[in-house]
């Protein structure tokens, strides 16, 4: 039974070894929970245009969102080199570039991220399901270490109340 099940396994892990080699990076991220989920397109409640340039930089870095909300991220490529947004914690999103470091012909296959081509554009849906802060970055080797970075806050969706049902307004 124990090789039988032995001889299941081996084409699976050929096949895993294969996709790493070819440069595919699907799935397998830890942290999309804490940065919310993959939005469904018809529930999407504006778009966030973000133009990614030579220079390094998101022109939009800085994003506000409520909790709750479904964004469209339409990612424009306005230079001459690939760019990608990629929507993360901060230790995820350093820990990712030490491997695209290492491997930077990687494609990203994920929906947290979009990756591309000079003059291109590419989106993201994403649905924001806690407060807080998502960052997004370029994970291309180089341009993370340049500031290619932003950030996403997102706002609660509850109101701040004192506990006797009132918001924080003097009477």
């Given amino acids: 039974m124990k090789s039988r099940n032995l001889l299941i396994a081996i084409p699976g892990l050929f096949l895993a070894i294969t996709a790493m080699a070819a440069g595919n990076h699907a799935g397998g991220h830890g942290g999309v929970d804490e940065i ?5 397109a018809s529930n999407v409640t504006r778009t966030v245009n973000v133009d990614m340039t030579d220079d390094m930089r ?12 479904t964004i469209r991220f339409v990612a424009k ?3 001459q080199v690939k760019h990608e947004m990629v929507l993360g914690t901060a230790k995820e ?18 929906e947290n991220m979009v990756t591309v081509a000079p003059g291109k554009s590419g989106e993201i849906i994403w649905h924001f399901t806690k407060a807080g802060k998502v960052d997004f970055a370029c994970l291309q080797p180089g341009h993370f270490d340049a500031g290619m970075k932003g950030v996403v806050n997102v706002a609660s969706s509850k109101a701040q109340s004192k506990g006797n049902g009132h918001v924080d307004n003097k009477h």
């Fill in 77 to 79: 490529n306005s230079g």
């Fill in 36 to 40: 919310g989920k993959p939005g469904v």
């Fill in 93 to 110: 999103l350093k820990d990712h570039y030490e491997v695209m470091k290492k491997n930077p012909e990687m494609e990203h296959a994920d």
């Fill in 58 to 69: 998101f022109h939009t870095s800085k994003i506000a969102v409520k909790q709750g909300e």
